[in-house]
């Protein structure tokens, strides 16, 4: 009889440490969801500077590309926050995330915009990073190289404010035409205008 109720006791617990375990095993959940959850770690942990509980969730033939482009995050630039945006399955074991993220330079201060494409694979169960690139917004949060200001645009707004005026390159502009001043008289001579030399002067 004892012996019955300990395989008894030995079954009851064996259940419940298999429905603990079922109950928190990631595998019940849904490709997507699990590389939702994946994406959303990950993104976390880059918006907060963990660069390196980051690169966890990175494929390991991508993890250094992923670590280069966020060289910067942290010194230069500043991540103020991020969303995810947009998620497709791209088949049974493919995915692509949208993820906005809004983020600054340190010695610039305006808040800019950028949507990422994030590119995620399913590894047996484990939701990886694979590539990423900018789909949209503003250039140089993923370590691309900003474009080059253009001077003339630059230049302009500067003539614009102070305008410049340099000597024998501007157009000659058209010659006045002349006009007698209302004191002159009939020969065109000003009143009190002094006479040219060799004439007398009129009384």
Known sequence: MRTVLTMRASLVVALAVSS????GCPGHQSPPARA??????LNLNTRFGRMELAAERVAPTAREAFLSRRKAWGANVRVADYELAGFQMKGDADAEMLVKVAWYRIDEGDLRVTMLKQKWH?????????????????????????????????????????????????EPEPAPQETLPASADANGTESGAPTPPGEASPR
């Not at 603990?20 to 109950?23: A, D, E, K, N």
């Not at 690139?133 to 003539?159: F, Q, W």
């Open 122 to 170: 399913d590894f047996k169960g484990d939701w990886r990073l694979i590539d990423e690139s900018r789909a949209d917004g503003d250039v140089g949060l993923i370590g691309e190289a900003a474009p080059p200001a253009d001077p003339g645009k630059a230049a302009g707004a500067r003539r614009a404010q102070f305008p410049t005026i340099r000597l024998g390159q501007q």
């Open 36 to 41: 939702q959850e994946a994406a959303t770690e």
């Open 20 to 23: 603990l375990v079922l109950l």
